[in-house]
């Protein structure tokens, strides 16, 4: 029986945990891998028992990329011509749109190289904790091709548009150390406890109030491309609709009985 491209682990506490399972191929994106992503975050809005997705990868790497095995996009597997409609055009970012529109914070957890289309599917997470073997860069310079999988849209909201353009220009690979001081990554730790040190941080999330995380999540990706006004409004708006709540009613009644909160995400 052949093993799925994305092997999926949900546990008893609410951790979606997503493998892209091609070491052999060093984890390059493959369709099953762009569908298995896809469905995940799609399921996020249907099924309540996830509370949180982490991302990581078998073998050595987290993802080399897009799978190059036959030639690539210049090797004769370029996009048709004549793309017209707003689906097409996204391409390869339907996975990357719908992972910004999921439901659950994404956390990746970076156990070796993320580069190119890899570097991409890590910047889609919400926090990234990075085994000291990490290493990630943009590369496509490299290739004599400009970026796709969102790096051009999150890498300046990360570094800064100047720091981006360094980075996309030169195409280098950053290590571990480099990707903190940068703050590509949230943490650095040692390889052998990364998973454990990601799950227990994904689990606390997943302790948490599940609606308030999904509001919140929506209230920073809305935030980066609108003026204050109108995210003061989407504050607002997001807020009287959580107020409303048994999650909210329940963490005001544990604050005054000092004790910890029990979110149901009602």
Known sequence: MTEPDVIRELTDDGVLVLTLNRPAAMNALS????????????????????????ITGNGREFCAGADLSDGGPAGGGGAPAGRSTVTD?????????A?????????????????????GLALCCDIRIASEQARMGSVFIKRGVSSDYGVSWWLPRLV?????????????????????ELGLVNRVVPHESLMAETMAYA??????????????RRNVMNSVDTGLRAQLETEWTFQTELLQTEDAREGFRAFAERRAPKFEGR
């Open 31 to 54: 369709a099953g891998i762009g569908r298995g992503l896809l469905e995940a975050a799609q399921e996020t809005k249907s099924n309540d028992a996830i509370r949180v997705m982490v």
């Open 203 to 216: 689990r606390m999330i997943a302790s948490g109030p599940p609606l308030a995380y999904t509001y919140t």
């Open 160 to 180: 800064g548009p100047a720091k981006a353009f360094e980075l996309l220009y030169s195409g280098d690979i950053m290590d571990a150390p480099r990707l903190l």
């Open 89 to 97: 055009k996204l391409g390869v970012g339907t996975f990357v749109m």
């Open 99 to 119: 992972l910004a529109e999921a439901n659950v914070p994404v956390i990746g957890a970076i156990n070796g190289a993320a580069v190119g289309a890899g570097f």
